[in-house]
C-alpha cells in the first residue's frame, strides 16, 4: 500500500514538480555544503573560511576558501577550483596569509600578499603540512609533517630472474598501531616539527627521535621557541593518551618539558601578551570518558591552575581573548555545542548554544567558532534542516546569519523538523533526552513507522542537528526517533561513565522507554517498528534483537560484535583494552563474551541485515561477518551489504552515503506490513 501512495504522491505533484523537488531526496546529497575552519581577517571586517562542496564525478569533498564580511555582504571566492585549499592562517601584520593546497599535484604550503593577491610557494615537501603556525615576528611559519623511517626487514629475497613476476617482498609489522581507519596500513615513521621562512625556502626539521610531535603549534611572544604537546614516554604505544606541553628552541633545539603528570596535557596556545599558555587536559582515571578542563601556566611551566574544573563537561576549541584576560573554549551540553568564555578569575559566561552542521550523515554534534578581536564571534550555525553556515554573534547577543549555502537547494523543499523529547528511565527514573523527526508531510492523526536510530561511540551525542540521513528516512514516510541514553556525553561525566565496563547494559532500557513514550504519542503504528545504528549503534542495535522481538527488521551497521576480538584486530587496540575493559580477554574472556551481542544470537528471530564498509579497521568487517554467518547458521532471515571503497566513516564519499540509506530502507521496507500482506 505504501508503494502505491507514493506512486500517487508523485502523479500529483507531476503537474508542478517531482517529489524529488519536493523533499529532501538522493541525489540532493550530492549538492549539500557547509562551512567550518572560519579564520578573522586582520581588519576585524571579514572572515575567510573553507568551504566544503561535493565533487560529484570524484565522489569527494571539495574544500575551497571563501571571504564574507561580518556585515554578510562581499561574499565570494578568495581560492577557489577542482582542488582543496584549506586552513587559512593570517601573518601577525596581518598582510599575508598562509595557506595549503594541492594545486600543484602534491599538498604543499603557500603564502598569500593579501594587497595584491601576488602568491609564493614556500615548500617542496613530500607529505602534506598540517598545524600551519605563523611566528610573531613574522619571518618563520612552523608545521608538523609525517617523516618516513626505513621499513623493518628480517629477510631480503635472493635476485629474481629477468621479467621475473614476483609477489614482493612481505611486510614486516613490528609496531602497536600499524593501521588505522580511513588510512589502512600506516607507513613507518613518525610526525615531527618543522620550520620554514615565511617568503619560502628549506623547511628545517627540529624534532626527532621515534615519538609523534604535533597537535596546535604556538610561538613564545618573541619568536624564539615553539610550545606543543606530545607523548614521549618509553612506553608511548601502550599509553595512547598521554602527553604533555614542551617548549622548543629554535636556536639550540633545547626541549624542555612543562608539565609532569599522568594524564594529557595538550592543545597549548601562548596569550597574546606572552604570559601564560593554555592548554587543556586531565588526571587519568582510565574511566572510558573523563572531562577535559582548562588550565593556564606560566610560559616556564610554573603556577598551573584549573579554569573549568567546576564545569561538568569535556572543553575544547580553546581561545585566547584578545587582551589576554579571559579564553574562550566549546563544550557539548544536553545534545548541543555551546561557546564560554572564562575569565582568569574564573568568572565565566555562555556566548552562544548555537554550533553545529558540520557533519552531515548522522545528527552529532559538532560545529566550530572563531572569536574575533572586537569580542564578536563567528560560528558555524546549527539547524535541524540545514547543514553549517556561517553566523556572527556580538556582544549583547544579536546573531546575523552569513552565508546561505544551501537556499538554492532547499529554498524550494519541505524538509522535515525535530521535536524533543524528556524520558524517564525505568532503571533508575533519570532524564534521558530524544528526539523525534516528524515526516514533512506530517498528518495528525495518521500512524506512522517509526525507525529508532542509534548513536555511536558510545561515548558521543545526538542533537537538533542537520542530518542528511534522518532527513532520508523522513522523507521516505517514516518517523524517526534519536536518543542520547545513558553513556552519552554533553551530560556530565557520572552520566557517561555509567556504561564505564557496563556497555551495553541498561542504555537498553533508556532506548525501550524512549520508543514506548512515542508509541504512546499516537502518531506511531507499533507493529512497525524498525531498528537501526552505525558503530556503536550497530552494536546496541543488534544488542537489542538479541533481547526483543519488538521490531520488524534491523539493520546491524558497522558493529562490534565480539568485544574479544574487537580488541585485538581494530585499529586501537591500546585504548580500547586499556579504557573500555579492565582486563585482558585472555584474563577474563567472560567479562568481554557477557557483553558481546553474539552471546545474544541464539535468541534472535529479527530478519537483519549487516552493513559495513570494506575497508572499516575501525569495527573491522571481520566483526559484521561474525555476526552474518551466526545469523545464517540459525536460519534467520539475512542480508550482508558490503559498502565499496568505504572504512567507517561511510558518509565520507556521498554515494556511499546513499547506498547506505538506499539499502536500509529498501529492507525495511521488505519487511512492511504491505510486503507481508502481499502487496
Given amino acids: 500500500m505504501r508503494n502505491l501512495l507514493i506512486f500517487f504522491s508523485l502523479t500529483v505533484v507531476s503537474l508542478s514538480g517531482s517529489a524529488e523537488d519536493k523533499y529532501f531526496a538522493y541525489q540532493d546529497v550530492f549538492h549539500l555544503e557547509y562551512a567550518s575552519g572560519a579564520r ?38 578568495m581560492l577557489s577550483g577542482k582542488v582543496q585549499y584549506r586552513m587559512p592562517r593570517f601573518s601577525p601584520d596581518g598582510s599575508r596569509m598562509a595557506y595549503v593546497s594541492s594545486v600543484e599535484g602534491k599538498t604543499q604550503i603557500y603564502v598569500r600578499w593579501l594587497d595584491t593577491g601576488q602568491t609564493a610557494r614556500v615548500t617542496d615537501v613530500e607529505f602534506s603540512p598540517t598545524s600551519l603556525s605563523w611566528s610573531p615576528d613574522g619571518k618563520t611559519i612552523a608545521f608538523a609533517m609525517f617523516v ?67 597537535g596546535n603549534i604556538s610561538w613564545l611572544a618573541d619568536s624564539s621557541a615553539l610550545i606543543f604537546s606530545a607523548n614521549r614516554t618509553s612506553n608511548w604505544e601502550l599509553n595512547p593518551s598521554e602527553s604533555e606541553v614542551y617548549k622548543l628552541s629554535i636556536v639550540s633545539g633545547e626541549l624542555v618539558p612543562l608539565t609532569s603528570r599522568h594524564g594529557p596535557d595538550q592543545g597549548p596556545l601562548v596569550s597574546p601578551d606572552g604570559a601564560l599558555i593554555a592548554y587543556t587536559g586531565f588526571d587519568d582515571t582510565e574511566a572510558s570518558n573523563q572531562n577535559t578542563i582548562l588550565y593556564v601556566m606560566g610560559v616556564d611551566g610554573a603556577a598551573p591552575r584549573a579554569l573549568t574544573e567546576s564545569l561538568d563537561r569535556s572543553v575544547g576549541d580553546i581561545q585566547w581573548s584578545a587582551d589576554s584576560q579571559g579564553l574562550f573554549y566549546s563544550y557539548d551540553s544536553d545534545g548541543k555545542r555551546l561557546v564560554g568564555y572564562v575569565t582568569l578569575t574564573g568568572g565565566s559566561r555562555i556566548i552562544t548554544n548555537q554550533l553545529g552542521g558540520t557533519t552531515l550523515g548522522r545528527p552529532y554534534t559538532s560545529g566550530e567558532y572563531r572569536a574575533a578581536p572586537d569580542g564578536r564571534l563567528v560560528f558555524t550555525k546549527s539547524r535541524v534542516d540545514r547543514p553549517a553556515d556561517l553566523a556572527v554573534i556580538d556582544r549583547i547577543g544579536r546573531v546575523t546569519v552569513l552565508t546561505a549555502l544551501n537556499e538554492d537547494l532547499f529554498e524550494k523543499k519541505k524538509l522535515a523538523s525535530a521535536e524533543e523529547l524528556q524520558i524517564i528511565s525505568s532503571i533508575d527514573k533519570r532524564p534521558i533526552q530524544a528526539w523525534v523527526v516528524k ?42 526517533l534519536y536518543v542520547n541514553p545513558r553513556g552519552s556525553t554533553s551530560y556530565g561525566e557520572e552520566f557517561a561513565n555509567l556504561i564505564h565496563h557496563n556497555y551495553p547494559s541498561q542504555d537498553y532500557d533508556d532506548l525501550m522507554n524512549a520508543v514506548d513514550v512515542v508509541i504512546k504519542s499516537g502518531s506511531v503504528d507499533p507493529e512497525q517498528l524498525y531498528i537501526t545504528g552505525g558503530s556503536g549503534g550497530g552494536t546496541l542495535t543488534a544488542w537489542v534483537v538479541g533481547k526483543t522481538t519488538r521490531f520488524k527488521a534491523a539493520v546491524v551497521a558497522k558493529p562490534v560484535i565480539n568485544w574479544a576480538s574487537f580488541v585485538l584486530t581494530a585499529d586501537f587496540s591500546n585504548y580500547f583494552t586499556k579504557y573500555w575493559f579492565p582486563s585482558m580477554p585472555w584474563d577474563d574472556p567472560m567479562h568481554y ?87
Wanted: net charge neutral; hydrophobic share 35%; aromatic share 8%.
Fill in 439 to 480: 515526516p514533512p508531510n506530517f498528518e495528525v492523526g495518521k500512524k506512522y513507522p517509526l525507525i529508532l536510530e542509534i548513536h555511536g561511540g558510545p561515548h558521543a551525542a545526538y542533537g537538533p542537528h542537520f542530518s542528511s540521513e534522518v532527513q532520508l528516512y523522513a522523507a521516505a514516510g517514516y518517523m524517526v
Fill in 40 to 77: 578573522i581577517t586582520p581588519n576585524g571586517n571579514s572572515v575567510v573560511y573553507e568551504r566544503h562542496s561535493m565533487d560529484i564525478m570524484k565522489d569527494t569533498m571539495r574544500i575551497n576558501l571563501w571571504v564574507v564580511g561580518l556585515d554578510g555582504k562581499n561574499h565570494r571566492p
Fill in 148 to 214: 618516513p623511517k626505513k621499513e623493518t626487514s628480517l629477510f631480503t629475497l635472493p635476485p629474481k630472474p629477468k621479467d621475473a613476476l614476483w609477489a614482493g617482498n612481505a611486510t614486516v609489522v613490528d609496531r602497536v598501531t600499524y593501521r588505522a581507519d580511513g588510512r589502512g596500513m600506516l607507513p613507518t615513521g613518525h610526525t615531527h616539527i618543522f620550520t620554514v621562512p615565511a617568503d619560502g625556502g628549506t623547511p628545517r626539521q627540529l624534532t626527532r627521535e621515534d615519538f609523534n610531535h604535533g
Fill in 593 to 679: 563474551w557477557q557483553r558481546s551481542p553474539l552471546s545474544l544470537v541464539g535468541n534472535v528471530e529479527t530478519p537483519t541485515m549487516l552493513l559495513t564498509g570494506e575497508n572499516d579497521y575501525r569495527t573491522p568487517i571481520s566483526e559484521t561477518e561474525q555476526y552474518y554467518e551466526a545469523l545464517k547458521l540459525r536460519g534467520i532471515d539475512s542480508v550482508m551489504v558490503r559498502i565499496p571503497q568505504s572504512g567507517h566513516g561511510i558518509a565520507a564519499k556521498p554515494s556511499n552515503l546513499v547506498q547506505k540509506v538506499g539499502n536500509i530502507l529498501a529492507w525495511f521496507e521488505k519487511y512492511s506490513p504491505e510486503k507481508a500482506a502481499g502487496e
